[in-house]
């Protein structure tokens, strides 16, 4: 079992700065993926970012990429998302979840691969 509870959200200008943090609890931390996805109302949630168990490989949606940073300190049982430059279309609950089952060499950007999930923290941009 895994437990994952994210902060840091809140309202920010368009052009601004947010940080995301996730901290989990239960298995060991560094055994995991982990990931960041994001949902609006009336669509589907979306893959945002992941990073592999030791933080050696990170993989960005095309949307957030040279905007977004997804980090991890393994000491600390966190997962953070770095967010430059927010838009109003980056407006969304930002969840964070766990993929405890996946395979070692490979961070999904599937929804599906991941087995535990945040209680989600909201982001707002304004224009």
């Known amino acids: 079992q895994v437990q994952l509870v994210e902060s840091g959200g809140g309202l920010v200008q368009a052009g601004g700065s947010l940080r995301l943090s996730c901290t989990a609890s239960?298995?060991?931390?560094?055994?995991?993926?982990m990931g960041w996805f994001r949902q609006v109302p009336g669509k589907e949630r979306e893959f945002v970012a992941g990073?592999?168990?030791?933080?050696?490989?990170?993989l960005y949606a095309d949307s957030v990429k040279g905007r977004f940073t997804i980090s991890r300190d393994n000491a600390k049982n966190t997962v953070y998302l770095q967010m430059n430059i927010l838009k109003p279309e980056d407006t969304a609950v930002y969840y964070c979840?766990?993929?405890?089952?996946?395979?070692?060499?490979?961070?999904?950007?599937?929804?599906?691969?991941?087995?535990?999930w945040g209680q989600g923290t909201q982001v707002t941009v304004s224009s």
């Open positions: 979840a766990a993929d405890v089952a996946g395979s070692p060499s490979y961070v999904a950007r599937d929804l599906d691969a991941y087995d535990y």
């Open positions: 239960g298995r060991t931390f560094s055994t995991y993926h």
């Open positions: 990073i592999s168990r030791n933080g050696g490989w990170t």
